[in-house]
């Protein structure tokens, strides 16, 4: 499979692309996860866009959070992966490339992130270290998690 990634900012995302940016965040994080939250939370104007393509097709997408936003440090959000096409390493490409890119973006800086627990040993996998304690965002167990760069 021959994989497009794609790292845009707000202005620079076609109506297309937001669309169907929106329409994944949507499909996953309200309606299979049941989850009622105002996901348009005026971030994404400020964030760069990662999504991952074939033939026009989004099948992941994560977006990078510039420092001082959600948190004091870079962060990656709102990570998901379209379910038609899980269990394909999706999941994992798209935050290797996330991680990639905000070490382009932004140098050697830590990176944080808001994981769901379930995908704790996931996040670890890739490096990232659980820092705090577990708590509910929208009815979901998130946990903070924070990846350093090797120097």
């Known amino acids: 499979m021959n994989l497009e990634t794609r790292l845009r900012t707000f202005s620079q995302l076609s109506n297309e692309e937001l669309y169907q940016?929106?329409?994944?965040?949507?499909?996953?994080?309200?309606?299979?996860?049941?989850?009622?939250?105002?996901?348009?939370?005026?971030?994404?104007?400020?964030c760069h866009h990662l999504s991952i393509y074939y033939e026009n097709e989004l099948l992941a997408y994560c977006r990078i959070v510039p420092a001082g936003l959600s948190y004091k440090e870079v962060a990656i959000g709102r990570v998901v992966s379209a379910p038609a096409h899980r269990g394909k390493g999706l999941g994992r490409k798209v935050m290797d490339e996330a991680i990639e890119a905000c070490f382009n973006l932004f140098g050697s800086v830590p990176i944080r992130l808001g994981a769901q627990t379930y995908a704790l040993k996931f996040y670890q996998s890739l490096g990232f270290r659980e820092e705090g304690d577990v708590y509910d965002e929208d009815g979901i167990e998130h946990i903070e998690m924070v990846y350093q760069f090797a120097r």
Not at 22 to 31: G, I, K, T, Y
Request: with cysteine; hydrophobic share 40%.
């Open 21 to 46: 940016i929106l329409r994944l965040r949507s499909e996953v994080f309200v309606v299979e996860q049941n989850c009622v939250f105002l996901d348009l939370d005026d971030k994404d104007q400020k």
